[in-house]
């Protein structure tokens, strides 16, 4: 396409800065024009913002007052409804000084979405926009400068049409200071409390934007998922997890495994700072239509001491990737609730793994490190490397909207069209996405409805799955319910109420024994003809808890919700779980059960014929060198009336590839010989002897004879001492002839072949070896004689350097 167009702020500096700028004189322009850059011109130019009114916002996420050297942040820019923005500056300066120089500038910035954001040309230390449209929020990460650097003053211009908004105090201004390190320990997060009332429920929409086409990089074909979805609702006296903070065993698990089940263990520990826990349902594959499969999402509850919502999903495979939102605040400044939150994801690293790549071995963490967003820099194997330090393109997004609120509002500011629709909107019933894959029976009548009297209820139908013609696209449910009321009554009717859904139970009112909750709901819409509602708001009913109140029993919390159904079809289980509040006070074991189970229905399942698709390429050998083996699958495609299938869907067969190297292999060293003189310095050798020759290019053989030096007593000079040496042989010889001779007479029948000749010498040079044997002629029948054996000899021979 070219070069990118030029940003808006810079092409409308020079038109609109003389019209709205105070103290921008002719004579500034000039000066500026010749003697500074860009990054000075746009710091000066400050145009006048309304009172009482701040359209535009810039946040950095978790608002806090103390940054961490070297920490990134996400920093937000944000308009209100119904104000928008066409262009903007971002810049991030040390305090007090005017940016005209580059040691002015503290940290740097990290564009997030390159179709929004970009460096400044000639300012390449701050961010502007990709291309002049409206938009109401762009977001970028910052990370903090070095330990010394003090204050940073985040400051950004808005472009509006054709006035600039340039704010030196104010919503586009944050100051920011540097850690203390005596306060180490204290968290870079301050959360405001929260002055809303009543509570509000959220629905949370996860949308995987992680495939093959927007990140083909070494993407995981077969294996790609998202995990299970895990997090809740809670205070800001607990934190699931952070950027700059360390994982915990849960958030490790997921991170690594994909296995939610510690960090809710860890969750329903902090039963009096969690309001909900959420949950939601892994997606295999990571990406799918949403004609095909609708989002995983999962409803949650908000008050004032919980407002705050966090959650997390590994990418999987990865050594310790994930997505999610950490301490998201849903309570306004105004005293009211969020209507709506849209957040783009990038990966971040929970700092248990070192791994680079999708499927990099397990690589543990030692010691383990901080939580950080991944970047295009980190490994130049990394799937998300990019040498020019380009942006990461976002993997998913996370819509998280208010469908109800309960109670007595507070918010200072009155509910605009968007709160009001929000809380009205009945409920719509999605179009028919059944894709043509999938073979239905048609639907049943609809059933009675569940209600009797002018209360919402629902009704149901179902339908029976004939055929499923590929296997890879799911089919959606066999069961459909739509909202109804009794006989007499119906949405059309004018004197009829609206009523919203009713708000989850609240707790016991005892925390042993009996007691009493309620829920409440309210009026959505009064009748058209003016008559009042005489439906019930509220409703109460029993509770028990901790049925023995004696010192020996425990405090536990009330049931939670059921979970899904474990089994798709026929019969499955559900469980529901509890938390011990409190130990009993007589320091026994608590016999509370804290989960409970029972068998739940689900449609019919149906037996699906075999249609097969064809067979996939054969996999790679399961070895590098020489036998192994390899596979291929095929998947059940579909279901044709020809009874049960029990085709093979994986075929393995063996695979042979270059011979594996074959080392030497060599024998333990023998013993030393004895000294090859009787008298004077001599030499000893010993050897050893190739068991395996090395083959197909494996590691060579070393020595097989070494030589070392020995020294026997000094010889003695005289015309007597030949005749002694010949008489000490003579002897020798003697005492070894006897020595045969008592042999032959103990063992008559053991008798010896005389020796062979030696052998010729294994190596010219260096070192070898000979050999000669002595056989047995006869060997006697009798197993008394079992010493007579064949005898063999070694000696070393040219020992001499090669």
Not at 84 to 113: C, N, P, S
Not at 566 to 580: E, F, L, P, Q, W
Request: aromatic share 8%; charged share 30%; hydrophobic share 30%.
């Amino acid at each position: 396409m070219g070069a990118r167009l030029q940003p808006l702020a810079l092409r409308l500096l020079a038109l609109t800065v003389p019209l709205v700028a105070k103290g921008f004189s002719d004579e500034t322009l000039e000066k500026a024009a010749k003697s500074e850059g860009y990054c000075s011109r746009i710091l000066r130019a400050q145009g006048t913002r309304r009172e009482g009114y701040n359209e535009f916002s810039l946040r950095v996420e978790g608002d806090p007052e103390f940054y961490k050297p070297g920490n990134s942040y996400r920093v937000t820019l944000s308009a209100a409804t119904p104000a928008y923005f066409r262009g903007f500056t971002l810049i991030a300066l040390k305090e007090g000084k005017e940016g005209d120089k580059e040691e002015d500038h503290a940290g740097t910035f990290q564009i997030i979405d390159e179709e929004e954001t970009q460096f400044m040309s000639n300012c390449p230390v701050a961010v502007t926009e990709s291309t002049p449209r409206r938009r109401t929020r762009i977001q970028v990460f910052w990370t903090a400068p070095p330990t010394g650097t003090g204050c940073v003053i985040l400051k950004a211009s808005i472009v509006q049409k054709r006035i600039i908004y340039f704010q030196d105090e104010g919503s586009l201004t944050k100051k920011i200071c540097e850690q203390d390190s005596a306060s180490e320990g204290v968290t870079d997060k301050p959360i405001l409390d929260c002055c809303a009332c009543g509570t509000a429920k959220y629905r949370l929409t996860f949308y995987g934007n992680w495939s093959e086409k927007t990140h083909p990089k070494d993407f995981p074909r077969r294996t790609n998922h998202w995990s299970a979805i895990i997090g809740s609702s809670h205070s800001k006296n607990y934190i699931l997890w952070e950027y700059g903070g360390y994982a915990s065993e849960g958030v490790k698990q997921v991170a690594e495994l994909g296995s939610p089940v510690k960090m809710e263990e860890e969750i329903r520990q902090q039963s009096d700072e969690v309001l909900t826990v959420i949950k939601a349902k892994a997606q295999w594959p990571a990406w799918q239509p949403l004609n095909v499969r609708a989002a995983p999402s999962a409803e949650f509850s908000v008050d004032r001491h919980r407002h705050l919502m966090s959650f997390l999903t590994m990418l999987g495979p990865s050594p310790d990737w994930n997505v999610g939102l950490s301490a998201e605040d849903l309570c306004t400044k105004d005293c009211g609730w969020v209507q709506k939150v849209v957040q783009d994801l990038i990966p971040w690293d929970a700092g248990t793994d070192s791994g680079v790549t999708y499927e990099s071995p397990n690589k543990p963490t030692v010691p383990q490190e901080k939580i950080r967003p991944l970047t295009s820099l980190d490994h130049p194997q990394s799937p998300f490397y990019d040498p020019e330090g380009g942006s990461i393109k976002l993997v998913a997004r996370v819509v998280i909207e208010r469908i109800a609120r309960k109670g007595e509002q507070c918010n200072i500011v009155p509910d605009n069209i968007d709160d009001i629709v929000a809380d009205l909107a009945p409920e719509e019933k999605e179009e028919d996405d059944t894709p043509e894959t999938c073979i239905y029976s048609n639907w049943s009548p609809w059933s009675a409805c569940s209600s009797s009297t002018c209360e919402k209820g629902k009704r149901m139908r179902q339908r029976m799955l004939k055929a499923q013609l590929d296997l890879s696209v799911p089919c959606p449910d066999t069961q459909d319910f739509q909202p109804c009321m009794g006989p007499g009554c119906s949405d059309e009717d004018g004197s009829t109420c609206m009523m919203s859904d009713w708000i989850t139970w609240s707790p016991c009112s005892v925390s042993c024994g009996m007691g009493t909750r309620s829920r409440e709901r309210y009026v959505k819409q009064f009748p058209e003809d003016g008559s009042m509602c005489k439906v019930p708001t509220e409703e109460t009913e029993k509770c028990v808890v901790n049925e023995e109140c004696s010192p020996s029993s425990c405090l536990v919390t009330e049931w939670g919700e059921w979970d899904e159904c474990s089994a798709s079809c026929g019969t499955g289980m559900k469980r529901r779980h509890r938390m011990i509040k409190m130990t009993p006070a007589d320091g026994s074991m608590c016999k509370a059960e804290t989960t409970e189970a029972e068998k739940c229905m689900m449609p019919e399942c149906h037996t699906i014929p075999c249609l097969l698709s064809p067979w996939s390429e054969w996999s790679d050998c399961s070895v590098t060198c020489g036998k192994g083996m390899r596979t291929r699958q095929r998947m059940l495609k579909s279901a044709a009336e020809l009874g049960d299938c029990n085709e093979e869907l994986e075929q393995a067969e063996k695979c042979m590839l270059p011979e594996c190297p074959i080392d030497c292999e060599l024998t333990e060293w023998s013993q030393w010989s004895e000294c090859n003189t009787s008298c004077g310095k001599g030499h000893m050798i010993r050897t050893r002897m190739i068991k395996i020759e090395p083959q197909f290019g494996g590691t060579a053989c070393p020595e097989t004879v070494q030589r070392t030096k020995c020294r026997v007593r000094k010889c003695l000079r005289g015309p007597g001492m030949e005749k002694r040496r010949w008489k000490e042989a003579r002897e020798k010889r003697r005492s070894e002839q006897a020595k045969k001779n008592i042999d032959s007479e103990q063992y008559p029948v053991c008798r010896l072949k005389p020796w062979t000749a030696w052998t010729e010498c294994s190596t010219l040079c260096g070192g070898g070896i000979q050999e000669r044997y002595m056989m047995v002629k006869k060997r006697s029948k009798s197993t008394q004689f079992t010493s007579c054996k064949d005898k063999k000899e070694l000696r070393a021979c040219n020992v001499h350097p090669c």
